[in-house]
Structures are given as structure tokens and as C-alpha cells.
């Protein structure tokens, strides 16, 4: 009962990590602000860290199955 729930959040937190990881890899390849007004280390940092810790989310919710 409790399988497809975690299914679901398990998937969504790995596409959105996934995908963010991406979008600012390909933002900081093209030399791109990943956000306007920020600094770009930062806020590629940040980014990246979020990314990774909800990629990493993902992967716990699959596994906890």
C-alpha cells in the first residue's frame, strides 16, 4: 500500500535533481548566468547542491521500497 507513494515521490525528486543538474550544467557550459543578480559561483553552487541532494532524496525513496 505504502509502495505507490513512495514510488511516485521517489521518481519526482529524481527527475527534478536530475534535470537540475543539466540545466546547470548546460547553463554554466554556454558561460550563462544560471540566476540573474547572483553571483554565478554562488548560484551555481547552490544549484548544484540542491540538485544533488534532491537527486539524492530520489534514489533513497527507490531504494527504501
Same mark, same amino acid.
Given at each position: 500500500?505504502?509502495? !505507490?507513494p ?5 521518481? #519526482?525528486?529524481?527527475?527534478?535533481? !536530475?534535470?537540475? @543538474?543539466?540545466?546547470? !550544467? ?14 554565478? #559561483? ?7 547542491v540542491?540538485?544533488?541532494?534532491? @537527486?539524492?532524496?530520489? #534514489?533513497?525513496?527507490?531504494?527504501? @521500497?
Open positions: 500500500m505504502e509502495s !505507490g513512495a514510488i511516485f515521490a521517489g521518481m #519526482v525528486f529524481s527527475l527534478f535533481g !536530475g534535470a537540475l @543538474l543539466v540545466w546547470t !550544467g548546460t547553463r554554466l557550459r554556454r558561460r550563462e548566468p544560471v540566476a540573474h543578480g547572483v553571483n554565478q #559561483v554562488a548560484s551555481a553552487t547552490l544549484a548544484t540542491a540538485g544533488t541532494v534532491a @537527486l539524492a532524496l530520489g #534514489v533513497y525513496c527507490l531504494t527504501r @521500497l
